[in-house]
Structure formats: structure tokens, C-alpha cells
């Protein structure tokens, strides 16, 4: 995609606004690639999401080509559904190894993520999902200072300038979505970022 066309704007400032407060790097954006998988349909739903997924290289490719599925082990806090962020830095530690020099480069997903009606979760719990809830919200320590919602697309995401300390007593440092139906996952857009 054009590196000039307002979207990649809209997608840098969304980067590096939602950084970890405590994550000792920072990311630059050096290319966005607009995703067309015709398999996927646009999300419908009234509260649908652009999340950040940072996973290795090779699961990013499996992604592209066979789309999300749901993990056979339930290693993740909150049980086997798939993992989404608002924190750019958070995302990225998945991609990037923590010892990683600067300038070490990997990618990023940002999907948009029909997370419907969200159970709001304050500690891990890995028991199934009540029927009559589409997603969880593991709330994090750090909380975007919103201001709103910006709209890109068909998807939603915090209007910030950083992250601010709102509840140390939290099992997690940052917010976490997780949803269990892959269906709700639209993947987007591909961020080839580096570590600063």
C-alpha cells in the first residue's frame, strides 16, 4: 500500500502511542501491507476492534495462508481462544525476542476483531466462557488515556497519547482480548516493525 495514504498515518500514530510504560523499547513502522483475504468477509458487528497479534514469522505466514485457529493446549491465561492487545509493545514481544538488539526487525498483525459482547476479566481464569458472552476483556494495570475511539474502517481503537497506571492490584500489565471463534477475526493489515 502507499506509504503515504492517510490510513498508514492513522496506523504509525496508533503504534507508537500505545507503547508499554514499562517496556524499556519502542517501535518504528517502516512498511504497512493492506491484507485482501477474499475467504474473509467484513466484520459486521457493533463493536469491532483493530487489535494487535504479535506471534513468530512462521505462524504470521500460516496465518495469511490458512487463517487464525484455536490452539490445542490451553497454555494462555485465559484458555484457548486467540490473543489480541491495544499496546503495541506488548504485541511485539511475541515477534521480537526479549533480548533483542535495537534495530531488530519482525512483523506485526493488526486485525480487526469482532469482540461483541465482552465478559470484562480482572485475573486469569481459563474456565469456559458463559454462553451468552462473544469475548474476553482481561483489563491491564495500564489503561489507555482516552479520550474515545478512533475509526479506521470498520474498527474502532483507543484515542491516546500513552498508557497511565489506573489499578496496580491487576494480574496483567496490559490489556488482553481473547476471543474463541475465529470467525471473528478479520487479519488486516501487516506491520514490518523494528526495535528502537
Not at 115 to 136: C, F, I
Not at 161 to 169: A, D, F, R, S, V
Amino acid at each position: 500500500m502507499d506509504q503515504n495514504e492517510p490510513p498508514v498515518h492513522t496506523i504509525k500514530q496508533y503504534v507508537q502511542t500505545s507503547f508499554g510504560s514499562n517496556h524499556d523499547f519502542r517501535l518504528n513502522v517502516h512498511e504497512i501491507s493492506q491484507l485482501f483475504l477474499s475467504e474473509k468477509p467484513q466484520l459486521q458487528g457493533s463493536n469491532v476492534r483493530l487489535l494487535f497479534h504479535g506471534t513468530k514469522l512462521s505462524a504470521i505466514l500460516s496465518i495469511l495462508e490458512n487463517g487464525f485457529y484455536l490452539p490445542e493446549t490451553e497454555d494462555g491465561m485465559f484458555g484457548k481462544g486467540v490473543y489480541f492487545t491495544d499496546v503495541s509493545t506488548k504485541a511485539a514481544r511475541y515477534t521480537l525476542s526479549k533480548d533483542s538488539p535495537v534495530g531488530d526487525s519482525g512483523y506485526l498483525l493488526l486485525c480487526e476483531v469482532d469482540l461483541g459482547n465482552m465478559k470484562a476479566t480482572y485475573v486469569a481464569e481459563k474456565w469456559e466462557l458463559p454462553k451468552e458472552y462473544d469475548s474476553r476483556a482481561c483489563i491491564g494495570q495500564y489503561q489507555p488515556d482516552m479520550k474515545g475511539f478512533k475509526q479506521l474502517g470498520n474498527a474502532k481503537f483507543p484515542d491516546c497519547t500513552q498508557l497511565i497506571m489506573q489499578n496496580p492490584k491487576l494480574d496483567l500489565n496490559y490489556n488482553e482480548y481473547v476471543v474463541y471463534d475465529t470467525n471473528r477475526i478479520r487479519p488486516k493489515y501487516l506491520l514490518k516493525i523494528t526495535k528502537s
